[in-house]
């Protein structure tokens, strides 16, 4: 299964936060859409990602004068990407390699999508109900 299969599955909508924006609007931003990470995204492109775990480990470490602070200082700034075209399997591999939860999709070099280690799994269990379905139905007709 390809990125573009998730994506035309979940929808291709991502929530994007300014560099410049304060880490509480971050983080409304974040309740708002029920999401665990935002693209950061300025005049050129994308700049980052941000996700609740980088908020609660530099929360842990600045306390709370931190959340006045622009979402750029804390952001992931190489951000891990694929492509609509990637398989979901080398997806799932990069995920662990580079230890990310939260993927965003480039189409020659525009945002597309993102996809979640919960799209991924879901993606799974779905090709293996589908392979579980296909043996049981060869299985009954003898």
């Known amino acids: 299964m ?16 300014r560099p ?7 983080l409304a931003g974040l309740a708002e859409h029920n999401v665990g990470a935002m693209v950061v995204a300025g005049e050129g492109g994308i700049e980052g990602i941000v996700s609740e775990r980088d908020v609660v480990r530099q929360l842990h470490e600045h306390g709370p004068a931190l959340l006045e602070r622009p979402v750029s200082e804390i952001m992931t ?14 997806l ?12 965003p999709v480039l189409e020659d070099g525009r945002l597309a999508g993102i996809v979640s280690i919960g799209d991924v799994v ?13 043996l049981a139905a060869y299985i009954a007709q003898g």
């Open 2 to 17: 390809r990125i573009a299969d998730v994506l035309r599955s979940k929808g291709n909508w991502v929530a994007t936060v």
């Open 20 to 26: 410049e924006a304060s880490i509480t609007d971050l």
């Open 92 to 103: 799932s591999v990069l995920m662990t390699q580079r230890r990310v939860r939260h993927v």
């Open 122 to 134: 879901k993606t799974r269990m779905e090709e293996l109900e589908a392979t579980q379905q296909q």
């Open 77 to 90: 700034r190489v951000v891990a990407t694929c492509t609509p075209r990637d398989s979901v399997d080398d």
